[in-house]
């Protein structure tokens, strides 16, 4: 079965998150070549696939199956895949069956290969694939990683089949990602009436001269690979919608995508700074944290490579968009690149992707493997 029919296979299961639908079991029957392992935690389920070609370096491929809610208005079933000239339509074409089915089939090849004695890569391969990542994604990547970790076998290097390209198939790897902190200040007044405002506090007034300070505020200057860490207000609000009762308390909701050179400890601390006099409450919470891998490790230079064989398209490494998986990947030490198809349609209705990107993106992930260990 080729990448793309593998591709409509997985597109047919409803693995809406947390659930996979028996999609997993699916791709373990596919990979017979390659040991199995099954965790599930809190209705979690996750694969590691693994197989051992050689001594050399121990490769990862990373994905997960869960797809969001498709919502209303499709033209076609999203969980029938519909193909449309070089269109295939279906709730999680690009978020990211493709990618998933893409490097499935790079690595049964590699295995079909090393029977025949064609295999040109020396190290490891393994799959790791989870059915927890549009969710909480708590259960999923993580508690996988933390059994590799447990047992020795994590990997040296990772890719990650998010759909990263933008207009183009090959325009983009992801070499890192910012880290988001979200936030809550509570200012603290007294309640009173309108008419005797010497009598309350009005913590409206009292941020009114600092929130400049506050919104839009950059942390730092960015560099190379990030935009400056700014401090985006996404919600104010205080008082009982009556225009004769001054505000107890006023609350300010806020997010900073944080790139490397900034810190949970340098907002709080500016924010301590800044709202100095004020009787406030302060919490931060780091839900993910940057991360970056280094421009010139050997998996960035190979995907490099191989996207810009077989697209023709130089790749701009970025590190653009939310968070994914790959933050996980990076915290347990893993060299770690995002790449897949175009994400024009991620989430949307009438989700779709090429066939000849399943195609290339399959060439791609073959190429890697099997020049993974040559020099560049």
Known sequence: MDAIEFCKELLKFRSITPEDDECLKFIA??????QACFIEKNRVKNLILTKQFGSGSHLA???????????NGWDSDPFKPLQKDDFIYARGAQDMKSGVAAFVCACVEAADAAERGEVKFDGTLSMILTSDEEGDAIYGTLEALKFMKENQILPDFAVVAEPTCMSVFGDSIKIGRCGSINGEILIKGVQGHAAYPEKCINPIHQIAPILSKIAGHDMDNGNDFFAPSKIVITDIRGGMQVCNVTPNELKIMFNVRNSDITTAYDVEKYLRYALDGLKFELNLKQSSKPFLTDKNSKIVKSMQSSVEKISGVKPELNTKGGTSDARYLAEFGVKV???GVINDRIHAINERVSAGEIENLYKIFTDLIKNFNSDL
Do not use: I, L, S, W
């Not at 029957?29 to 390659?34: A, E, G, I, P």
């Not at 491929?61 to 919502?71: A, E, L, R, T």
């Open 337 to 339: 690149v995002e790449f």
């Open 29 to 34: 029957r596919f990979c017979d070549k390659f």
């Open 61 to 71: 491929f990373v994905g997960h199956v869960d797809v969001v809610p498709p919502g």
